[in-house]
Protein backbone atom coordinates (compact mmCIF):
# COMPACT_ATOMS: atom_id res chain seq x y z
CA UNK A 1 0.00 0.00 0.00
CA UNK A 2 1.14 3.76 -1.17
CA UNK A 3 0.56 6.53 1.13
CA UNK A 4 0.15 8.87 -2.09
CA UNK A 5 1.82 9.34 -5.94
CA UNK A 6 4.87 10.78 -4.27
CA UNK A 7 5.78 7.81 -2.07
CA UNK A 8 4.46 5.08 -4.80
CA UNK A 9 6.68 7.43 -7.64
CA UNK A 10 9.71 7.31 -5.09
CA UNK A 11 9.62 3.75 -4.64
CA UNK A 12 8.91 2.70 -8.58
CA UNK A 13 12.36 5.22 -9.13
CA UNK A 14 14.06 2.85 -6.89
CA UNK A 15 13.06 0.13 -9.05
CA UNK A 16 14.18 1.89 -11.69
CA UNK A 17 17.61 2.44 -10.61
CA UNK A 18 19.33 0.36 -13.70
CA UNK A 19 18.62 3.87 -15.40
CA UNK A 20 19.96 6.71 -13.16
CA UNK A 21 22.36 8.70 -14.83
CA UNK A 22 21.78 7.19 -18.36
CA UNK A 23 20.41 9.89 -20.32
CA UNK A 24 16.98 8.45 -20.35
CA UNK A 25 14.02 10.13 -21.29
CA UNK A 26 11.06 9.86 -18.51
CA UNK A 27 7.63 10.79 -19.90
CA UNK A 28 4.24 10.82 -17.87
CA UNK A 29 0.72 10.40 -18.65
CA UNK A 30 -1.26 13.37 -17.77
CA UNK A 31 -2.77 14.22 -15.23
CA UNK A 32 -1.78 11.66 -12.48
CA UNK A 33 1.02 10.32 -14.49
CA UNK A 34 2.49 13.65 -14.33
CA UNK A 35 3.53 13.87 -10.33
CA UNK A 36 4.32 10.39 -10.84
CA UNK A 37 6.82 10.77 -13.53
CA UNK A 38 8.24 13.71 -11.77
CA UNK A 39 9.66 12.13 -9.19
CA UNK A 40 10.58 9.36 -10.89
CA UNK A 41 12.54 11.44 -13.38
CA UNK A 42 14.33 13.44 -10.31
CA UNK A 43 15.75 10.28 -8.74
CA UNK A 44 17.19 9.04 -12.45
CA UNK A 45 18.43 12.47 -13.99
CA UNK A 46 16.69 11.86 -16.46
CA UNK A 47 15.10 14.19 -19.18
CA UNK A 48 11.22 14.94 -18.11
CA UNK A 49 8.51 15.80 -20.81
CA UNK A 50 4.91 14.74 -21.20
CA UNK A 51 3.23 12.64 -23.32
CA UNK A 52 -0.60 12.77 -23.69
CA UNK A 53 -2.67 10.15 -24.37
CA UNK A 54 -6.29 9.84 -24.01
CA UNK A 55 -8.74 7.09 -23.13
CA UNK A 56 -12.38 6.52 -25.87
CA UNK A 57 -15.07 6.31 -23.80
CA UNK A 58 -17.41 3.72 -24.22
CA UNK A 59 -20.93 5.78 -24.95
CA UNK A 60 -22.58 3.74 -21.88
CA UNK A 61 -19.75 4.18 -19.45
CA UNK A 62 -17.40 6.82 -20.71
CA UNK A 63 -15.16 5.40 -17.80
CA UNK A 64 -14.38 2.21 -19.41
CA UNK A 65 -12.11 2.44 -22.43
CA UNK A 66 -12.84 0.80 -25.58
CA UNK A 67 -9.34 2.43 -26.55
CA UNK A 68 -6.92 5.09 -26.68
CA UNK A 69 -5.48 8.01 -28.68
CA UNK A 70 -2.41 9.64 -28.52
CA UNK A 71 -1.28 13.06 -29.25
CA UNK A 72 0.48 12.02 -32.57
CA UNK A 73 -3.10 10.14 -33.83
CA UNK A 74 -1.90 6.90 -32.81
CA UNK A 75 -4.85 4.78 -32.13
CA UNK A 76 -5.07 1.62 -29.83
CA UNK A 77 -8.44 0.10 -30.02
CA UNK A 78 -9.41 -2.90 -28.18
CA UNK A 79 -11.50 -5.56 -30.42
CA UNK A 80 -13.60 -7.10 -27.94
CA UNK A 81 -14.33 -3.74 -25.96
CA UNK A 82 -15.70 -2.17 -29.16
CA UNK A 83 -17.97 -4.62 -30.01
CA UNK A 84 -21.19 -2.81 -31.03
CA UNK A 85 -19.65 0.57 -31.26
CA UNK A 86 -20.38 2.27 -34.55
CA UNK A 87 -17.74 3.34 -36.93
CA UNK A 88 -19.19 6.61 -36.52
CA UNK A 89 -19.51 7.05 -32.63
CA UNK A 90 -15.99 5.78 -32.67
CA UNK A 91 -15.27 8.81 -34.82
CA UNK A 92 -17.16 10.99 -33.09
CA UNK A 93 -15.24 9.99 -29.70
CA UNK A 94 -11.67 10.24 -31.40
CA UNK A 95 -12.57 13.96 -32.52
CA UNK A 96 -13.61 15.03 -28.68
CA UNK A 97 -10.10 13.35 -27.50
CA UNK A 98 -8.25 15.15 -30.23
CA UNK A 99 -9.70 19.00 -28.87
CA UNK A 100 -8.99 17.03 -25.36
CA UNK A 101 -5.34 16.72 -26.32
CA UNK A 102 -4.72 20.02 -27.90
CA UNK A 103 -6.19 21.77 -24.72
CA UNK A 104 -3.90 19.29 -22.56
CA UNK A 105 -0.49 20.31 -24.39
CA UNK A 106 -1.17 23.96 -24.14
CA UNK A 107 -1.93 23.86 -20.56
CA UNK A 108 0.73 21.57 -18.97
CA UNK A 109 3.12 21.40 -21.72
CA UNK A 110 2.25 25.25 -22.34
CA UNK A 111 2.42 24.59 -26.43
CA UNK A 112 6.15 23.12 -26.62
CA UNK A 113 6.82 20.21 -29.30
CA UNK A 114 7.48 16.53 -27.87
CA UNK A 115 10.82 15.74 -26.96
CA UNK A 116 13.10 13.87 -29.63
CA UNK A 117 13.08 10.22 -28.66
CA UNK A 118 14.47 8.65 -31.32
CA UNK A 119 17.66 6.40 -30.66
CA UNK A 120 16.85 6.91 -26.58
CA UNK A 121 15.69 5.03 -24.05
CA UNK A 122 11.90 6.09 -22.72
CA UNK A 123 10.09 5.31 -19.93
CA UNK A 124 6.74 5.62 -20.09
CA UNK A 125 4.85 6.27 -16.14
CA UNK A 126 1.32 6.50 -15.13
CA UNK A 127 0.02 5.91 -11.39
CA UNK A 128 -1.30 2.54 -12.27
CA UNK A 129 -2.57 0.77 -15.35
CA UNK A 130 -6.01 -0.11 -15.51
CA UNK A 131 -7.87 -1.11 -18.91
CA UNK A 132 -4.47 -0.08 -20.57
CA UNK A 133 -5.53 1.45 -23.66
CA UNK A 134 -4.07 5.00 -22.55
CA UNK A 135 -0.08 3.21 -22.39
CA UNK A 136 -0.81 0.93 -25.84
CA UNK A 137 -1.42 3.58 -27.56
CA UNK A 138 1.04 5.91 -25.95
CA UNK A 139 3.98 2.84 -26.76
CA UNK A 140 2.80 2.52 -30.45
CA UNK A 141 3.65 6.59 -30.20
CA UNK A 142 6.91 6.09 -29.08
CA UNK A 143 7.99 3.04 -31.49
CA UNK A 144 6.92 5.74 -34.55
CA UNK A 145 9.10 8.25 -32.86
CA UNK A 146 11.74 6.32 -33.38
CA UNK A 147 12.98 4.84 -29.50
CA UNK A 148 15.42 2.89 -28.87
CA UNK A 149 14.07 0.55 -25.69
CA UNK A 150 11.05 1.32 -24.48
CA UNK A 151 10.24 0.55 -20.78
CA UNK A 152 6.70 0.88 -19.05
CA UNK A 153 6.72 1.56 -15.39
CA UNK A 154 3.87 2.31 -12.86
CA UNK A 155 2.72 1.10 -8.90
CA UNK A 156 0.09 -0.99 -9.89
CA UNK A 157 -1.83 -3.09 -12.66
CA UNK A 158 -3.37 -6.33 -12.90
CA UNK A 159 -1.36 -9.50 -13.20
CA UNK A 160 -2.88 -10.19 -16.91
CA UNK A 161 -2.12 -6.46 -17.88
CA UNK A 162 1.24 -7.17 -16.99
CA UNK A 163 1.18 -9.90 -19.04
CA UNK A 164 -0.24 -7.95 -22.25
CA UNK A 165 2.59 -4.64 -21.84
CA UNK A 166 5.53 -7.25 -21.88
CA UNK A 167 4.26 -8.49 -25.12
CA UNK A 168 4.42 -4.42 -26.32
CA UNK A 169 7.36 -2.91 -24.32
CA UNK A 170 10.51 -3.90 -24.08
CA UNK A 171 10.78 -3.80 -20.50
CA UNK A 172 7.85 -3.71 -17.80
CA UNK A 173 8.38 -2.58 -13.96
CA UNK A 174 5.18 -2.50 -11.99
CA UNK A 175 4.87 -2.83 -8.45
CA UNK A 176 2.26 -3.97 -7.26
CA UNK A 177 -0.37 -6.69 -9.56
CA UNK A 178 -3.11 -7.65 -6.98
CA UNK A 179 -5.28 -10.45 -8.15
CA UNK A 180 -8.13 -9.12 -6.99
CA UNK A 181 -7.64 -5.86 -9.22
CA UNK A 182 -10.26 -3.45 -8.89
CA UNK A 183 -9.46 0.21 -9.58
CA UNK A 184 -6.02 2.13 -9.48
CA UNK A 185 -6.53 3.57 -6.21
CA UNK A 186 -7.09 0.69 -3.91
CA UNK A 187 -3.26 0.45 -3.40
CA UNK A 188 -3.53 4.19 -2.27
CA UNK A 189 -4.01 5.50 1.12
CA UNK A 190 -4.75 9.12 -0.71
CA UNK A 191 -5.61 9.20 -4.21
CA UNK A 192 -7.04 12.58 -5.52
CA UNK A 193 -7.64 13.34 -8.82
CA UNK A 194 -4.91 15.19 -9.96
CA UNK A 195 -6.23 18.99 -11.65
CA UNK A 196 -4.35 20.50 -14.58
CA UNK A 197 -3.16 23.22 -11.86
CA UNK A 198 -1.91 20.81 -9.68
CA UNK A 199 -0.23 19.08 -13.03
CA UNK A 200 0.86 22.10 -13.82
CA UNK A 201 2.68 22.81 -10.69
CA UNK A 202 5.01 19.79 -11.14
CA UNK A 203 5.74 20.94 -14.72
CA UNK A 204 6.89 24.91 -13.35
CA UNK A 205 8.82 23.33 -10.39
CA UNK A 206 10.44 20.85 -12.55
CA UNK A 207 11.33 24.14 -15.07
CA UNK A 208 12.75 26.04 -12.24
CA UNK A 209 14.94 23.12 -10.51
CA UNK A 210 16.34 22.87 -14.12
CA UNK A 211 17.17 26.61 -14.34
CA UNK A 212 18.60 25.79 -10.73
CA UNK A 213 20.71 22.91 -11.58
CA UNK A 214 22.24 25.13 -15.16
CA UNK A 215 23.19 28.16 -12.93
CA UNK A 216 24.73 25.51 -10.71
Not at 92 to 116: A, C, H, M, W
Request: net charge neutral; charged share 30%.
Amino acid sequence: MFKDRKDAALQLAKALEDYKDKKVVVLGIPRGGVETAYYVARHLHAEFSLLVSRKLGHPDNPEYAFGALAEDGSIYINPYAREGISEETINRTVGEQKKEIERRINILRKGKSFPVIHGKTVILVDDGIATGATIFAAIEMCKKRGAARIVVAAPVSSHSMDEKLINKADEVIILHKPYNFFAVSQVYETFNNLTDQAALEFMDRWEMEKGVLKED
